[in-house]
């Protein structure tokens, strides 16, 4: 199975999901991620081109770590005004390229503008790289299987989906030290692995998890009776 991951920024995929994508890699995906914008701020004191090298860097570092494949980045331009619908075509074009079974982004009701722009961009493009619209973009993909949206700065309240990534727990927090721009500014390390083991407690009753929105999902029957026959497949 390929796994798309999108982050809207470099470390968004590791506080949001490193566990999960590293527990995918261990089953056998193959997980893919894309940072969206290009990461051109949110390190003080370097330049544009400096501070877009560095955070490259680093998400390389917690790519290897959880063992995803890093994508070239959309490069949209740091907290910079957008379009809402500028991202939607880029996403189409990404998807008929990659052709995932399943992606991943933040989820929609994330308070930072730049992560509901991408929310927003991925629940269109989520039926339209399937569909025979915009073929300039590239061949349409198969329908893909879900879309699942995870938490960063803003807790979901009403998680449909919880994954035990206990096992994981070793590789997202070492994920996360590679971000050493970010965690020294606000700590996201820490915060982080609290939200995970929060999710844990909360949601399974100990160890640790992550938290997801399910925002489309296509099963058959036979899938539907796979899923909830299997102990723990679902929480």
């Not at 039926?127 to 198969?142: I, N």
């Not at 982080?192 to 009753?205: C, E, F, K, V």
Request: with cysteine.
């Amino acid at each position: 199975m390929r796994v798309l991951v999108l982050a809207p920024h470099h470390d968004d995929e590791t506080i949001g999901c490193g566990g999960t994508l590293a527990g995918f890699v261990a089953a056998g995906a193959e997980v893919l991620v894309c940072h969206v914008f290009d990461g051109s701020t949110g390190i003080a004191d370097l330049t544009a081109a400096a501070c877009r090298e560095a955070r490259r860097a680093e998400a390389e570092a917690a790519a290897r770590i959880l063992g995803c494949r890093l994508l070239p980045g959309l490069d949209l331009p740091d907290r910079m005004p957008h379009e809402p619908g500028a991202l939607i075509r880029p996403l189409i074009a990404l998807l008929r390229q990659t052709r995932p079974a399943l992606l991943l982004g933040p989820h929609a009701g994330d308070r930072d503008h730049e992560h509901r722009l991408v929310a927003a961009a991925m629940e269109e493009a989520f039926w339209m790289a399937s569909s025979p619209m915009f073929p300039e973009l590239g061949a349409p993909c198969a329908p893909l299987s879900a879309l699942l949206g995870y938490e960063v700065w803003t807790p979901i309240a009403d998680a449909a989906l919880t994954v035990d990534i206990t096992a994981q727990a070793g590789r997202k927090r070492d994920a996360l030290s590679c971000y050493a721009s970010q965690d020294g500014a606000s700590g996201w390390g820490a915060g982080g692995m609290g939200l995970s083991t929060y999710r844990g407690t909360t949601l399974l009753g100990g160890g640790l998890a992550e938290a997801f929105t399910l925002r489309r999902m296509r099963l058959d029957a036979r899938d539907l009776i796979d899923l909830f026959n299997n102990p723990g497949a679902a929480k």
